[in-house]
């Protein structure tokens, strides 16, 4: 019954381009330690259909939240990267703590070689 909801609500979001997603809540919910395959699955589902309704400032501030454990999400790796690239120009670098140390050395080697690419 879930998957009936999912797909009706992600037919309606499809052919909807003026809804507007929840992106930081879905990247909360694709980033939780419990979150299983599923709801990871889903959530990057509607990651991918919201990102680029988002506003630019949204998506400038959501960047360091993606690259937090991107080392780790082989799976959804490049569409992960695809949406920090589309949205690279909003990223504002004096609100980024990115790269503060204790951040994982995998997230900052994976960014590293495909921004190098």
Sequence with gaps: KALEVIKTVNAR???SPSVKLPLRELLNVFA???????????????????WPRGSSSELGELIPLICSGIGKESQHQQ???????????????????LWKEGESSADCALLHDFFQD
């Design 32 to 50: 939780a330690a419990d979150a299983t395959p599923y709801e990871k699955n889903f959530a990057m589902v509607f990651l991918e259909s919201g």
């Design 13 to 15: 979001v499809k052919n």
């Design 79 to 97: 569409g992960l990267l695809q949406m920090i690239l589309s949205a690279i120009e909003h990223l504002s670098l004096d609100h980024c703590p």
